[in-house]
């Protein structure tokens, strides 16, 4: 849990954090990565900064910003609102191996195969990625086959 935020000197770029502890770099104009997307990257940190410190707090003077979390931890999920009770359950459920798998392989992915993934996945065209990503379309035609050919050869 994050309960710093960045130092505004330090905000020229975004380092994203992996839960297995890989760092990666985002910075301006890198892969079309604009000022903004940097400073909404930052603003979800601070959210979370925010939220952390207040759902840290001993008795908090109510629950409706908490974490599902935070409800496993407090071990109290039966006297909660039911929808929040539905989501901790379903929060529980194991994961389908195969959705794990796929998911594992997606993040050892280089960023730039990550972000095509993604765009493909939303059921965009290679002419609406190449729009968004702003290169040739058949640049993202090269990048769509080793996207396959990495996600094939990582394959049990």
């Known amino acids: 849990m994050k309960f710093r935020k960045t130092a505004s000197n ?4 975004y380092i994203y954090k992996f839960d297995d502890g890989k760092r990666v770099l ?6 079309g990565v604009t000022e903004i997307d940097i400073q909404r990257l930052h603003a979800f940190d601070d959210s979370e900064v925010y939220y952390n410190i207040k ?3 001993p008795n908090p003077e109510s629950d409706w910003n908490m974490s599902i979390e935070s409800f496993a ?3 109290n999920v039966e006297d909660k609102n039911p929808m929040v009770k539905e989501l901790y359950q379903l929060s529980q ?3 389908n191996p195969q959705l794990a798998m ?4 997606l993040k050892n992915l280089k960023p730039e195969l ?3 993934y993604l765009l493909l996945s939303e059921g965009q065209t290679n002419s609406d990625v190449a729009r968004t990503l702003k290169v040739d379309k058949s640049t993202v035609g090269r990048r ?3 996207l396959i050919k990495e996600i094939q050869k990582r394959l049990p």
Do not use: P
């Open 10 to 13: 330090k905000r020229s770029g």
């Open 26 to 31: 985002i910075q301006l104009n890198q892969e």
């Open 55 to 57: 759902n840290s707090r």
């Open 73 to 75: 931890i407090a071990g």
């Open 93 to 95: 459920i194991e994961e």
């Open 102 to 105: 796929v998911r594992e392989i």
């Open 114 to 116: 990550q972000e095509l």
């Open 144 to 146: 769509r086959e080793k």
